[in-house]
Every structure is written in structure tokens, then in C-alpha cells.
Nanobody, 115 residues
Framework: QVHLVESGGGLVQPGGSLRLSCAASGMIFSMYAMGWYRQAPGKQRELVAGIRSGGSSNYADSVKGRFTISRDNLKDTVYLQMNSLKPEDTAVYYC?????????WGQGTQVTVSS
């Protein structure tokens, strides 16, 4: 059974940084495309960043230059380094794993950017 467990969320001041982690189990991690999504209250879930099995990545325009996604295939973990955080980055952040028709989600971790 596949499990994705996010950690690293919390409360941070504007301009601050956080690093989210997503530990995967029950899957051949290196084969999956991994992504971070977020959902703010009253808004649709949106893609923040994705990283393919080969390591290429893509980002939402709103986070380019501030966020970095990376993966460690030895630790079965994907990371999201978030710098220069803004209040509009406040949301629940979800980890996602995709391979063909397989699509898995973590439970989410809250990120709140506020002074």
C-alpha cells in the first residue's frame, strides 16, 4: 500500500523559508513523477512544482525563483524548499505521486505565512 507522508509545514513570517518533505513507501519511488500541490481556503488545488523520474522539474509562475523541488531516490523522499515566502503562499501543501494511471496523495501539511 502506497503512503505519502508530508512534514515541515508551519507558521513563518513573510520573507522566511521552510522546507517541506514527503516520504514515500509502498512504491518504486524512482519510477514516479512527484509533485507538490497546494490549496488555499476557497480556492482550487493547484500545482506548485513537479519533478519527473529523470529529474527534470517545472514550477508554477507564482513560485519560480523562490521554490525548489528536489528528490532523493535513495531516501524515497521529495522536498520543496520554499524561500522568500509571501502571505499568498499560505495553503495546505500536498505531495503527489503519479505513474501512468496510478495517482496518490499525501494528507497535506499546513503552511501559514503571516507576521
Amino acid at each position: 500500500q502506497v503512503h505519502l507522508v508530508e512534514s515541515g509545514g508551519g507558521l513563518v513570517q513573510p520573507g522566511g523559508s521552510l522546507r517541506l518533505s514527503c516520504a514515500a513507501s509502498g512504491m518504486i519511488f524512482s519510477m514516479y513523477a512527484m509533485g507538490w500541490y497546494r490549496q488555499a481556503p476557497g480556492k482550487q488545488r493547484e500545482l506548485v512544482a513537479g519533478i519527473r523520474s529523470g529529474g527534470s522539474s517545472n514550477y508554477a509562475d507564482s513560485v519560480k525563483g523562490r521554490f525548489t523541488i528536489s528528490r532523493d531516490n535513495l531516501k524515497d523522499t521529495v522536498y520543496l524548499q520554499m524561500n522568500s515566502l509571501k502571505p499568498e503562499d499560505t495553503a495546505v501543501y500536498y505531495c503527489n505521486a503519479q505513474l501512468y494511471r496510478d495517482n496518490y496523495w499525501g494528507q497535506g501539511t499546513q503552511v501559514t505565512v503571516s507576521s
